[in-house]
């Protein structure tokens, strides 16, 4: 097996950067001050609360995960963002009203106040339904990149930053496919200099964020770095990116329940997905445009994990159909409802309801702490490019051109594992297992 890269030491305040401070990104900046403050734990984090096997099972070795990798520390971070909307980190997270004001926010309230959005790099050809005074003016695409680079710069300075890394929380834009502009970074940067409108806001990010050398994940089902071009140059700069999609709600649970089903080589015949949301988001995505980006993220999971072409006599008639809805009663708290035509021994039918009270951004809000660390690592190792064992965290896990994705969250979870035993310099863990009947 390859060799694990050295690591550098974690020291030192480490940027977080975050396009987009709406209700997942306050949930996340709050939510690390209250733990930092000892008012609240971080549940729901790898990172913060899990451990790792090593080794046989009769060695009873397992570390915390942050005791076996060397990862920085919450109080090493230092959060940024950009919004078009000028709102700072309280305001915007009583606007969201995920978290509870006199618990949790009214108490932090002098720190969230010190967390100001800069001026975005805001299109409203790529989100319909909001607009924002906060926002960059340039001649060109490729002004507003060296804008946002500047922004790195300065906020690294001015926060003693020797690293960063930065989270794309914005929200989802429109739906387009990879062009040509998207082809080469030569390509992309002359698109961005004629002013291209097929550069998306979010690749502007993730342009000037590889530039920096800054580890990118993107939060979003939009494309953003998912591009021929910024793969190339995030593999040449050695930086790592990550994407696309956090898998929060009823796609987690679409990834928990299917794997378990084909495990038993049960057939589904149906799985209608339907669910309300009543949050900025949902407000977003109640756009068409917007919503095509996200079902075609959320569609495709079932595919790859129940694999029709190979099993057609269980999975080839499969009726899959996603629907959002944008019920403002909600807010955050989004309700989502499937029902699986499953089928058993012999054909005979049968049906599985869920009914799932979830909360997006308490679910989210941990896998921004984590892609942050565990990103932030990944550039200490000198990992550029995709980073597949992050495929964990995303509903449309970003692999190269021909490699199709893991979306089996039982085979996601192994392979981050694995990938941390790898970087630790310890065994891979099989299970296999004959070694304790011998
Ligand atoms: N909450 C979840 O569980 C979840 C799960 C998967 C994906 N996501 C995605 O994460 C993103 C954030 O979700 P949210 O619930 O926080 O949404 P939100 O609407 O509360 O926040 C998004 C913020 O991004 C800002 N924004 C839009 N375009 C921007 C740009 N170009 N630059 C900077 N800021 C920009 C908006 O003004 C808004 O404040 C969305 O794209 C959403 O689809 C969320």
């Known amino acids: 097996m390859e060799q694990p890269p050295s690591i550098a030491t974690p020291g030192g305040p480490v940027g977080v950067l975050l396009p987009g401070l709406g209700a997942v990104a306050t949930t996340v900046v709050a939510g690390v001050e209250a733990v930092r403050r000892g008012l609240a734990r971080p549940f729901g984090s790898l990172t913060q609360m899990n451990t790792i096997r090593l080794g046989r099972r009769t060695e009873e070795r397992t570390p915390l995960i942050r005791e076996l990798v060397p990862l920085a520390e919450l109080d090493q971070l230092v959060f940024g963002a950009w919004d078009p909307i000028p709102d700072d980190a309280y305001d915007s997270a009583v606007h969201a009203g995920v ?30 339904r909001l607009d924002g005074p906060n926002r960059k003016r340039g001649a060109n695409r490729m002004e507003l990149a060296e804008a946002l680079r500047e922004d790195i710069r300065r906020f690294k300075a001015e926060n003693g930053c020797s690293r960063a890394v ?21 390509s992309f940067e002359r698109a961005m200099r004629d002013d291209d ?4 806001p979010s690749m502007i990010y993730a342009w000037a964020a590889i530039m920096e050398g800054v580890p990118y994940a993107n939060g979003a089902p939009n494309l953003s770095a998912d591009l021929p071009a910024l793969e190339t ?19 987690l649970m679409k990834t928990i329940l299917a794997p378990g089903l084909k495990a038993r080589m049960l057939g589904v015949q149906g799985w209608f997905s339907t669910n309300i949301l009543g949050n900025r988001d949902g407000e977003v995505l ?10 075609e993220s959320k569609l495709g999971v079932l595919d790859y994990i129940l694999q029709p072409q190979m099993y057609p006599e269980l ?13 403002p009663p909600r807010g955050d708290d989004k309700e989502g409802w499937d029902n699986l ?37 990944a550039g200490r190792a000198g990992m550029g490019g995709i980073q597949e064992w992050l495929s964990f965290y995303f509903k449309s896990p970003h692999t190269p051109v021909g490699l199709y994705p893991e979306h089996d969250l039982f085979i996601q979870h192994k392979k981050l594992k694995n990938t941390l035993r790898w970087l630790a310099g310890e065994e891979q863990i099989t299970h296999l297992g004959r070694e304790y009947y011998e």
Not at 197 to 200: L, N
């Open 233 to 251: 140059l995030a593999r040449e700069r050695g930086v790592p990116i990550a994407g696309k999609d956090f898998k929060t709600g009823q796609t």
């Open 99 to 128: 978290l509870r004001r006199g618990t949790h926010l009214d108490p932090i309230r002098d720190f969230l106040r010190t967390v100001s959005p800069m001026p975005a790099v805001f299109d409203t050809a790529y989100v319909k």
């Open 166 to 186: 930065m989270i794309w929380c914005g929200s989802t834009e429109v739906f387009t496919r990879a062009g040509p502009a998207h082809e080469t970074p030569e």
């Open 197 to 200: 409108p097929a550069i998306a």
């Open 315 to 327: 999975y080839g008639e499969l009726y899959h159909k996603v629907r959002i809805n944008y019920y």
């Open 286 to 295: 109640d756009d068409p445009e917007s919503f095509r980006t996200k079902e």
């Open 341 to 377: 035509d499953i089928f058993g021994w012999l054909g005979y039918p049968m049906q599985i309801k869920v009914d799932f009270l979830c909360r997006d951004s308490i679910l989210a809000a941990p896998i921004v702490l984590d892609l942050a660390l565990f990103l932030d690592l």
